[in-house]
Every structure is written in structure tokens, then in C-alpha cells.
């Protein structure tokens, strides 16, 4: 990591995106007092009580892991959120990378949702926000059109979170991205779910910022 760019991204950012323990204990330690919200494909059982001293949002991608962590999760005062798969691709070309491709593995969709509940109908007492990430070098228009999905799919379900995260995959910096659609799908789900919003703008923060020789 460049050690070097904490200091000049902490003042626009409210905190880190890790994708296992030590990308938590790299946000919490070089961004102290910002959040750390950590989401991985798959958890190592080992690792998650010291992910717990780190992690303020942990994000689970499957009803299983959900009920496998979460209740640990919960007792550490941890905000525990589900990685959704709202079945809608707006990429074309690179299926083998979409999260919403026919066959992902990433994210939940609704119909394991349901069926995990019909099984274990304690499961959304443990839940605290819903995540999704299907974007990638894109515009919000592909944002809105996701939002519509998501929607569809578990705008049942929303009410009852305290936050949806937006993942990333947004070109919010490209010269033309369209930042006024992008605030429209902000107000849209606090007004319509009440919950707190979150973005992972990750490419974003350093594109088109210098070269690499």
C-alpha cells in the first residue's frame, strides 16, 4: 500500500473498503477513526475475532456465512450487512467478471434469500444493511437502472435496514459522468427506505491523477 495517500484521501472519504483482515487493520490503523466496512467472498473462521477488533461493517455474500458469523458479528457490536445479487447486468462484453451474470456466485438473490429464511426464520434479526456491487468503470445511469432491480427484488426488505451500500464500480471523476442521476438514486432510497447510503468509489478517488513510469 502507498502509505503516503492516507493523510490526502482521509478528509474526502468517510472511511475504508477491505476485502479481508489485514486491508481492515491497514483502513483502522492509517484512517484512524473512520469507518472500516469489510465485505469478503469467503471467511476464514480463523480470523474472525480479530477481524471484529477492526471491522465496523461486515458484509456476508451468502445466508449461510450470514448465519455461520453473524451472531458473533453482532455480539461485538459490529453493523452486519448481506451482499445481494439483484439480477440485473448492465455490463456488456466481460460476463466472466459481472457479479449479475447467470451463474454468480456473488451476492445473494432473492430466491436464496427466501429459501434460507423458509429454513432458518431468525436469519434477518441479524441483519443491519444490504449491499450490492454490479458496477464497474460506469455511469449512473447504469446505477439507476440497478437501483430499479434492487427495487424490485428486496425493496420489501428495506425498510427494515439501517443502510444500503452501493458498492462501486462508479466513475463519479470521468469528465461527462452524470453526478445529478447519481444524487437522485442517493435521495431516492432515503426517502423511500430511510436508510444511511453508502458508495465505494474506489478508481475514482485517483483517476486520471497522474502517470505511473
Not at 159 to 186: K, S, V
Request: contains cysteine.
Amino acid at each position: 500500500s502507498n502509505y503516503d495517500c492516507y493523510p490526502l484521501l482521509a478528509p474526502h472519504l468517510a472511511g475504508t473498503e477491505a476485502s479481508g483482515l489485514f486491508e481492515a487493520r491497514l483502513g483502522a490503523e492509517e484512517m484512524p477513526g473512520k469507518e472500516v466496512h469489510v465485505f469478503c467472498a469467503a471467511y476464514r473462521a480463523d480470523e474472525m475475532d480479530e477481524l471484529v477488533q477492526y471491522a465496523d461493517h461486515i458484509v456476508f455474500n451468502s445466508p449461510a456465512q450470514l448465519a455461520k458469523f453473524g451472531p458473533a458479528a453482532k455480539a461485538a457490536g459490529k453493523s452486519v450487512g448481506l451482499r445481494i445479487n439483484p439480477e440485473c447486468s448492465t455490463q456488456d462484453g466481460h460476463a466472466i467478471y459481472d457479479p449479475c451474470a447467470p451463474g454468480s456466485r456473488l451476492g445473494t438473490t432473492r430466491a436464496q434469500w427466501n429459501a434460507a429464511v423458509a429454513a432458518n426464520p431468525a436469519l434477518p434479526n441479524l441483519l443491519d444493511g444490504l449491499h450490492f456491487h454490479t458496477l464497474c468503470e460506469q455511469d449512473s445511469d447504469a446505477l439507476a437502472t440497478t437501483l430499479d432491480a434492487v427495487a424490485q427484488k428486496f425493496g420489501d426488505l428495506l425498510p427494515r435496514m439501517q443502510w444500503l451500500n452501493f458498492g462501486g464500480g462508479h466513475h463519479i471523476t470521468r469528465p461527462g459522468y452524470d453526478i445529478a442521476m447519481l444524487e437522485r438514486c442517493i435521495t431516492r432510497a432515503q426517502q423511500d427506505w430511510g436508510v444511511t447510503v453508502y458508495l465505494e468509489p474506489g478508481e475514482a478517488c485517483a483517476l486520471n491523477a497522474g502517470f505511473l513510469l
